[in-house]
């Protein structure tokens, strides 16, 4: 290169030199200033509280809402310079139409359909936007009434645990900043994807058609009315409060509206006037008892009256707070094959495919099977999950109540079986029973105080760590208490846990099992248990769930039952979900609704929680007490 290209080359390198220099020496580009919208939407952020909502305090949300609106910079989502969005719009109509739904538009800042204007704050708000706080005002309420909205109506608006109950919601939360902006900000349907939202199971739609039908009959008669009895009648006898009910088995639809009978004491056809129980309506009195965990046998006493008095508005009510139980559970359970419902007292096996044919003995007498007699008709469609019972049986369940605790340091005893949801893994034949340590206080320890004998005459042992037997003393009484020993009862037929036990593990040491005590299957209300869930039909439950094991027939199910190996445990080619649920309006696969006593007082806890408002608490009521029927 010549002198003069050098030049040129010592120039550029220079001009570059200095360049760099100037833009060193230069300021950092200063951030663009925030908006007194995004000012506004910080602080409320950051207080998570907006005092101009029903429920101002959203600190259960802040997260989420922070981590959406910085996706959006903090600036307005719901607005288009001082009017709504079609978005918010839509989501407004969404609020006020969600009663329909079981859920409180005033949760949402709104009124029901219908209701008066001036009482929807929306309408205020939409209406008064002048300023920026204005405007961050709007649309912060919009989007923690609309994340509220989605996880009521996804989730349920309370966590089952707050309640000690064994299924988690968090496993099926959305991801509420990423839904919000992806399905719901940049969506020209939002009503198409708020359809989508809530359970798409069979289970939860008979839920929601039968609320709405009980909402329309809330409408047409409040319910009740009836005069008491000091007796039970019989049909034929004489009421005065007979033309009522005829009305209310009408209303619930047990009686068809044409029926008519014949009136005992003038032979005149009955009519709305009629002063006599008639025979005519002993059908649907039957029908009415079965469907409200009643004796169904016709005959018309106290607690039959007692469940005809009950309001509609609490039948009403009553399917809400079913809707809310099934929104907690996560997918593969909402559709689960064994289905326990425990104020009902039931087992249901919801499967196309029946338990191989039984050409055995019955495993429950004669005179205890006829407590089954249903006239409920069969499913019109046998193909759609939860809507075909393969089998079906009584169940006995924990006791109810808590029981204060007797001696200081005891704790209360608590024998309810919680809501919970697991996979059956395993089954054990002729088990044996490892009596909990809360037991071996309660019951054990003073029977042997009062009785030498009374370790042998309930088939007991007591063994170490290693399954040796250990003879009992009064010195080893420490032992037991600490858990360095134990009381097991021999298998056989007398156990506790009868002859087979169906293994899902959970944390509260729930499992199903048989029981000789079969007695008690023929009563209608049967909560006697220590927690766990006792099957009236064990040989038909164990033959539907080994099916796909071939070798595992009826007979040689029934062989292991009642003369196999003790304790010989069963593997399951698959997992089985299983749901043990509460609800006190079960929703047959027929509509026909089954209304049941809150036995455990679930749902009286849970409308208290409700009352508390928002954020609703989270915190267990109480400490789980493990004193169930096996450690």
């Known amino acids: 290169m010549n002198h003069r290209g050098w030049k040129w080359v010592w120039i550029a390198t220079a001009a570059a030199l200095l360049a760099v220099g100037g833009c060193r020496k230069q300021k950092q580009a200063q951030p663009k200033p925030l908006s007194p919208e995004s000012v506004a939407l910080h602080e409320m952020a950051a207080q998570a509280r907006l005092d101009t909502m029903r429920w101002p305090n959203f600190s259960d949300l802040k997260q989420p809402v922070e981590g959406f609106y910085t996706a959006h910079e903090f600036e307005p989502v719901w607005l288009k310079g001082k009017q709504p969005t079609e978005q918010a719009r839509q989501m407004m109509a969404a609020f006020a139409a969600c009663s329909t739904d079981?859920?409180?538009?005033?949760?949402?800042?709104?009124?029901?359909?219908?209701?008066?204007?001036?009482?929807?704050?929306?309408?205020?708000?939409?209406?008064?936007?002048?300023?920026?706080?204005?405007?961050?005002?709007?649309?912060?309420?919009?989007?923690?009434?609309?994340?509220?909205?989605?996880?009521?109506?996804?989730?349920?608006?309370?966590?089952?645990?707050?309640?000690?109950?064994?299924?988690?919601?968090?496993?099926?939360?959305?991801?509420?900043?990423?839904?919000?902006?992806?399905?719901?900000?940049?969506?020209?349907?939002?009503?198409?994807?708020?359809?989508?939202?809530?359970?798409?199971?069979?289970?939860?739609?008979?839920?929601?058609?039968?609320?709405?039908?009980?909402?329309?009959?809330?409408?047409?008669?409040?319910?009740?009315?009836?005069?008491?009895?000091?007796?039970?009648?019989?049909?034929?006898?004489?009421?005065?409060?007979?033309?009522?009910?005829?009305?209310?088995?009408?209303?619930?639809?047990?009686?068809?509206d044409d029926t008519q009978g014949t009136d005992a004491a003038n032979g005149d056809t009955a009519t709305a006037a009629s002063r006599h129980y008639e025979p005519a309506w002993a059908a649907a009195v039957r029908h009415f008892q079965f469907h409200h965990g009643l004796q169904a046998d016709g005959k018309i006493g106290p607690p039959t009256i007692a469940a005809m008095n009950v309001p509609t508005a609490e039948r009403v009510h009553a399917l809400a707070i079913a809707l809310e139980r099934w929104r907690w559970l996560p997918d593969v359970y909402q559709n689960a094959p064994i289905f326990v419902n425990l104020p009902e007292f039931k087992?249901?096996?919801?499967?196309?495919?029946?338990?191989?044919?039984?050409?055995?003995?019955?495993?429950?007498?004669?005179?205890?099977?006829?407590?089954?007699?249903?006239?409920?008709?069969?499913?019109?469609?046998?193909?759609s999950d939860h809507t075909k019972i393969a089998l079906e049986m009584n169940v006995v369940t924990g006791k109810a109540g808590i029981k204060p605790p007797e001696k200081p340091g005891q704790q209360p005893e608590d024998h309810q079986t919680p809501m919970l949801v697991n996979l059956m893994r395993y089954l054990i034949f002729r088990p044996y029973w490892s009596v909990p340590i809360d037991i071996t206080q309660r019951e054990v320890l003073p029977g042997i105080a009062k009785d030498p004998n009374y370790l042998a005459e309930h088939d007991f042992e007591i063994v170490d760590h290693r399954k040796k037997p250990v003879i009992y003393t009064p010195k080893v009484d420490k032992l037991l208490l600490h858990g360095e020993l134990m009381v097991r009862q021999d298998a056989g037929p007398d156990n506790s846990l009868g002859l087979v036990k169906f293994m899902f593990p959970n944390p509260y040491s729930i499992y199903l099992h048989s029981t000789p005590a079969v007695g008690l299957f023929t009563r209608t209300r049967r909560d006697y248990s220590h927690g766990c869930v006792r099957v009236e039909k064990p040989l038909a439950l164990a033959a539907w769930i080994l099916r796909d094991r071939e070798e595992w027939t009826p007979d040689k199910i029934d062989g292991a039952m009642n003369t196999g190996d003790d304790n010989k445990a069963v593997g399951l080619k698959q997992t089985i979900p299983v749901t043990i649920f509460y609800d006190t309006a079960y929703v047959e696969p027929d509509g026909s609704v089954d209304f049941t006593r809150d036995i455990y007082g679930y749902d009286k806890l849970l409308d208290e929680t409700l009352a508390v408002g928002r954020p609703y608490p989270t915190k267990a009521i109480a400490p789980v007490v493990d004193v169930h029927d096996e450690r």
């Open 102 to 256: 079981g859920l409180d538009p005033e949760d949402y800042d709104s009124a029901p359909s219908g209701a008066a204007r001036d009482s929807a704050r929306w309408a205020a708000r939409a209406a008064t936007i002048r300023t920026a706080q204005d405007r961050a005002a709007f649309d912060m309420a919009m989007t923690v009434s609309t994340m509220r909205y989605l996880n009521d109506e996804h989730n349920g608006r309370v966590d089952p645990k707050r309640f000690n109950f064994g299924v988690d919601i968090n496993q099926k939360r959305y991801d509420l900043p990423k839904f919000l902006t992806e399905n719901i900000i940049a969506s020209n349907n939002v009503g198409a994807v708020l359809i989508t939202v809530p359970p798409q199971n069979n289970e939860y739609r008979r839920t929601l058609a039968a609320y709405r039908h009980w909402v329309e009959l809330a409408k047409q008669d409040p319910g009740g009315g009836l005069p008491p009895v000091a007796r039970q009648m019989k049909p034929g006898d004489a009421y005065a409060g007979a033309a009522r009910m005829r009305e209310l088995l009408v209303l619930d639809g047990d009686l068809k």
């Open 347 to 383: 087992l249901r096996v919801y499967s196309s495919e029946l338990p191989p044919a039984l050409d055995l003995k019955p495993e429950v007498p004669e005179e205890v099977a006829v407590v089954h007699a249903s006239e409920r008709p069969a499913p019109a469609d046998m193909t």
